[in-house]
């Protein structure tokens, strides 16, 4: 994704903040939404995907849908999470610095 503009063909990430280095040169991750905040930042979305699932997270919420029914299976409230990587049978986050594996609940 890429900001047209003043800097024109900017690059929308930071390529030298550490915080995103298990996001940038990923070619599984496509962005799926991107927010301005109040602050003036910009809150990009990356769509996770855990079959047959659809996983929905921020920095205070995890909440985990069936992707035919698009019923809620599980949520879970947090504090300070980021996604980390994703994969078919797990979320990987960081909250306080440690890292989560998260598994769906059977």
Excluded: W
């Amino acid at each position: 994704m890429q900001l047209v503009g003043a800097a024109a063909n900017a690059p929308m990430l930071d390529q030298n903040d550490p915080d995103l280095r298990l996001v940038l040169g990923r070619d599984d991750l496509n962005p799926i939404a991107l927010f301005r905040t109040v602050d003036e930042d910009f809150f990009l979305c990356f769509q996770a995907y855990l079959p047959p699932y659809v996983a929905a997270m921020s920095p205070n919420l995890l909440e985990v849908y069936h992707l035919s029914s698009g019923e809620l299976v599980q949520a879970e409230i947090t504090f300070a999470q980021r996604c980390l990587l994703t994969q078919p049978d797990a979320v990987y986050v960081s909250r306080a610095g440690d890292v989560h594996k998260l598994t769906l609940k059977s």
